[in-house]
T-cell receptor, first 123, second 111 residues
Framework: GAVVSQHPSRVICKSGTSVKIECRSL??????MFWYRQFPKQSLMLMAT?????????EQGVEKDKFLINHASLTLSTLTVTSAHPEDSSFYIC???????????????????FGPGTRLTVL | GEDVEQSLFLSVREGDSSVINCTYT??????LYWYKQEPGAGLQLLTY?????DMKQDQRLTVLLNKKDKHLSLRIADTQTGDSAIYFC???????????FGSGTRLSIRP
């Protein structure tokens, strides 16, 4: 099956610093990647949809200047948490959409593959 | 907007069957999924069902869909300790790329 990796798996940083999280599709190309945030004992909250070569689409309530997304290639999307604060501490999960599944304008059942997540702790 | 709801916790004895229930509001849902998340890990797609199906069985897993009541369930037969995890119900429309997740049900196994 398709594999998605995230790096780092765990990061601890000081308040005010910026942290970059990478999401890679290892054996397939992904024109679209999704970034989720998961608080303890809560569901996944979609933060943004990352499209290769264009600007990301952010969900309502997500600050695009705080959570910078870059999707410069078909296998890599990055999420940068700028000027991180303790309330940004969370589990960040990405998923990647395999371009092989589904025709243009359509979608299929299993087109998204999830990464293992990145645990961010801001002190 | 779309909403997916699940109970937060379920505890079953090892060897018994587990049944995790889910309700959703979007009548346009085309795909309904069950994902498993083990501690500290990402999501693993367990199984899925198309909205035009009533039931799907895959080894120990049975998915039942009542489209009229917008109710989805996942039955795990002969529950094992390795089944301890959070199970997420999710739905997606055919024309959408966004998957809507439920809150997750934490399944714990008693000896």
């Amino acid at each position: 099956g398709a594999v998605v990796s995230q790096h780092p798996s765990r990061v601890i940083c000081k308040s005010g610093t910026s942290v970059k999280i990478e999401c890679r599709s290892l054996d397939f190309q992904a024109t679209t990647m999704f970034w989720y945030r998961q608080f303890p004992k809560q569901s996944l909250m979609l933060m943004a949809t990352s499209n290769e070569g264009s600007k990301a689409t952010y969900e309502q309530g997500v600050e695009k200047d705080k959570f910078l997304i870059n999707h410069a290639s078909l296998t890599l999307s990055t999420l940068t948490v700028t000027s991180a604060h303790p309330e940004d501490s969370s589990f960040y999960i990405c998923s990647a959409r395999d371009t092989r599944y589904g025709l243009a304008g359509q979608s299929s059942y299993n087109e998204q593959f999830f990464g293992p997540g990145t645990r961010l702790t801001v002190l | 907007g779309e909403d997916v709801e699940q109970s937060l916790f379920l505890s079953v004895r090892e060897g018994d069957s587990s049944v995790i229930n889910c309700t959703y509001t979007d009548s346009s849902s085309t795909y309904l999924y069950w994902y498993k998340q083990e501690p500290g890990a990402g999501l693993q797609l367990l199984t899925y069902i198309f909205s035009n199906m009533d039931m799907k069985q895959d080894q120990r897993l049975t998915v039942l869909l009542n489209k009229k009541d917008k109710h989805l369930s996942l039955r795990i037969a002969d529950t094992q300790t390795g089944d301890s995890a959070i199970y997420f119900c999710a739905e997606k429309e055919s024309s959408a790329s966004k998957i809507i997740f439920g809150s997750g049900t934490r399944l714990s196994i008693r000896p």
